[in-house]
């Protein structure tokens, strides 16, 4: 399959693959949406999640997948006022914020998600802050081209400084969804570095994997194509292009870490790298690190096929009899009720 020209529409870049003459019934058209939130103000940037999506419709894409927090934000730089021992009163007023900006789960966005869906007749992999009660959650959710919510994936493993301002996902939310266009499944940023989460997707069948991300490096690069040629799937990593413009301005919003007077607004603070790579390990469109942009390529579902037949990491190339997994499924919660009417 060969690049079509880049082009640019109204700021954002498109990478499009020729279909060339490929069989339709096999193959899936996919884009990645490298773009920023608007931070602090949720229906902003569920407009804007509308205008790429339609977007990437009229690319004739099937799967569109948005980077982790997409919807309430991914806290950049911020420490929300935190030293081992004490939290400011500045910092407790960002997390209201934050937490203000989040989504319940089920909720009123989660259905205007679904509609879009439904409406642009594609399958859609959303990067949210989930709001549960006063708890916050890193979460992907899936929806069908039919605008029908399929469920969500909670971030398992929030990464260093994430842990004070989300909770952790369990056994229950780690889904794959066998659609029309494939087997669908989730992991996010830095919990795709966990080998058993991995496998346990895996188990389960997975050939499209998303990887919502909020890592930039050119390591990231690395991550995604290991897990290309283990898993035999085709890898959709969807991150952020951010600048510091797309944050509020200081004293309000402050990156901590960096010397704040020496960014502009211009500086980026997050350059994006969101690519397309099948389980053959060849990358089918981006890394793009260039602004916002739809990343989009057609998926030769055939390609699974092929790979698995050198390495099926959970069928012929596994010995159960000397490793194997426990996944633990069950819903963890911290109170129980015995009885079976709801408690108040």
């Not at 603070?269 to 469109?285: M, N, Y």
Request: proline share 6%; net charge negative; with cysteine.
């Amino acid at each position: 399959m060969a690049l079509v020209p880049t082009t640019e529409t109204d700021g954002a870049v498109f990478t499009e693959v020729d279909m060339g003459s490929s069989d339709s019934s096999s193959t899936v058209r996919a884009t990645v949406v490298q773009a920023s939130t608007i931070f602090y103000d949720t229906p902003a940037t569920l407009d804007k999640a509308e205008r790429l999506l339609a977007e990437a419709a009229s690319l004739g894409s099937q799967l569109v997948v948005f980077p982790e927090a997409f919807i309430g934000g991914y806290p950049r730089g911020s420490n929300f006022g935190v030293t081992i021992g004490n939290r400011t009163l500045k910092g407790k007023e960002d997390f209201r914020k934050y937490h203000a900006a989040a989504i319940n789960v089920p909720g009123p966005e989660v259905d205007r998600l679904a509609a879009m869906a439904g409406k642009y007749k594609v399958f859609l992999v959303m990067g949210v802050i989930e709001r549960d009660g006063y708890t916050l959650y890193c979460t992907v959710l899936f929806f069908d081209n039919q605008g029908c919510y399929l469920g969500k994936h909670r971030k398992l493993m929030p990464t260093a400084l994430e842990r004070i301002i989300w909770g952790f996902g369990d056994g229950s939310n780690i889904p794959v969804f066998d659609t029309p266009i494939g087997k669908i499944g989730a992991a996010i940023c830095w919990e795709n570095k966990m080998p058993l989460l991995r496998t346990a997707m895996y188990a389960k069948g997975i050939e499209i994997y998303c990887a919502p991300t909020a890592d930039s490096r050119d390591v990231w690069q690395a991550s995604m194509t290991h897990i290309a040629l283990e898993g035999g799937c085709f890898v959709l990593s969807a991150n952020q292009f951010c600048r510091r413009k797309d944050y509020p301005a200081p004293p309000e919003y402050v990156f901590s870490g960096t010397d704040e007077e020496e960014l502009t607004p211009e500086s980026v603070v997050c350059a994006g790298g969101s690519v397309i790579i099948s389980p053959s390990g060849a990358v089918l469109a981006g890394p793009n690190y260039d602004g916002e942009a739809l990343i989009t390529a057609d998926l030769d579902l055939g390609e699974i096929a092929r790979a698995k037949f050198d390495f099926d990491v959970v069928g012929h190339y596994a010995r159960p009899e000397v490793l194997s997994l426990i996944v633990r499924d069950e819903p963890t919660t911290p109170v129980s009720f015995t009885s079976d009417g709801s408690h108040k």
